[in-house]
């Protein structure tokens, strides 16, 4: 699965619109769930993240050299 702004986008704006629908007694807990979802959803996002080697990297009787080409999407 590829990285998404729009899916990261969408699950912080629900995030946020969850603590606006609760009362004033109730921001404290209210706050903290919303930092746990956001917290979620950027940890989700980065998990969904693929690193692709192309290139870079050579083992030739020995330890491994080189600098490591890579694409993230």
Known sequence: M???KETLKSDI???FTGVMNQADD???DALDKLADKIA???ITS???MQ???TAGLTSPMGA???QFQ???S
């Open 26 to 28: 109730k921001r404290e």
């Open 40 to 42: 979620d959803a950027v």
């Open 70 to 72: 890579y694409t993230i």
């Open 13 to 15: 704006k629900a995030a």
């Open 64 to 66: 491994v050299t080189g």
């Open 46 to 48: 980065i998990k969904s």
């Open 2 to 4: 590829a990285l998404s």
């Open 51 to 53: 690193i692709t080697y």
